[in-house]
């Protein structure tokens, strides 16, 4: 399958698609170099991966890349559509007791079918940790801006 092949190509930030196709998101990201938690149980996610940089965004009918920013929960991840509402979101779980790690990256979220495993299969790609509280506040003004247009 076509996507398996471009997986791989995509953690490494290339644009064509490699010669040996790997089985899966699941076996392509979850062996990868920079992988930290490779179980199936994050968050929703196969695998949480350290890597810069990002693969570009994309959609087929195979294989998703959505771009945005994701935050560490502690037990799991939360994925949004950009670094403003994320950067409000943990603003405010730091003034809560929910849980003492609230690190915000630039991230990407890749998605797509498993032939393995017979469902859909998430994997979730750090760059960038954004934690200066100066740019964490910037961000969190642009949301704040945003909703009250």
Known sequence: MLVQAFTASLMDGQSAVDSEPTTSICRSYGSHPGVRTPTTEHGGY???VDHAPLPPASEDDELSVHRGAA???GDGWAFF???APAAC???????SNL???WDLFEAAE???WC??????ELALVLGRQVYEPAEIDEFFAQFATSLAA
């Open 99 to 101: 849980s003492p790690s």
């Open 71 to 73: 935050v560490d929960i």
């Open 46 to 48: 196969c695998a949480v």
């Open 89 to 95: 979101f943990v603003r405010a779980g730091l003034l």
């Open 81 to 83: 559509d950009s670094l």
């Open 110 to 112: 890749v998605r797509s």
């Open 115 to 120: 032939t393995e495993h017979c469902c859909d």
